[in-house]
């Protein structure tokens, strides 16, 4: 399982590469060669959200994105192991739903054919491999609830303490 987890954090990391390397080619390229290419403009906004999404699983899984732990950092251990279970159980509920309806936007990109600008590709495998990444953080994240309720040593968060 946890090479899964890696797995999903690897394509992820792969994302924010791609990105960054489509920004760095279309600016070099411009800048020094008066080139501009092809849809990079389409093709940065389609892999960021691409990104946005990896990035969820990614983040949500270990529970590193940003967080309010005001409550949680005041409360005795146990509670704090609940406020994670109800959180995690939130987060798990809004990002399902969120997968549902990014599928019923990846079905309508793909019938009404929506194009790039400049060489005319589909959009809908891009929305597509975002759909995946976003399925892939409904997978993590109820691995993660999982882990919280029934094993939390086995969740890779620094703050998650075992101790009741």
Sequence with gaps: MDRLIDLIEMIAAAFVGIVALNTFAAIVMRKFFAVTIPDYYDFGRLLLGILIFWGIAATSYRGSHITVDL???????????????????????????????????????????????????????????????????????????????????????AKIKTTE
């Design 71 to 157: 409550v949680w950092a005041s409360a005795p251990p146990r509670y704090q192991r609940w406020i994670d279970v109800f959180a995690t159980s939130v987060l798990l509920f809004v990002v399902t739903v969120q997968t549902a309806t990014l599928f019923d936007k990846v079905l309508a990109t793909y019938r009404d054919n929506i194009l790039t600008y400049d060489l005319r590709l589909p959009n809908w495998p891009f929305f597509a491999i975002a759909w995946v990444g976003d399925a892939a953080a409904v997978f993590l994240i109820a691995i993660r609830t999982y882990r919280l309720i029934f094993h939390p040593e086995e969740i890779h968060d």
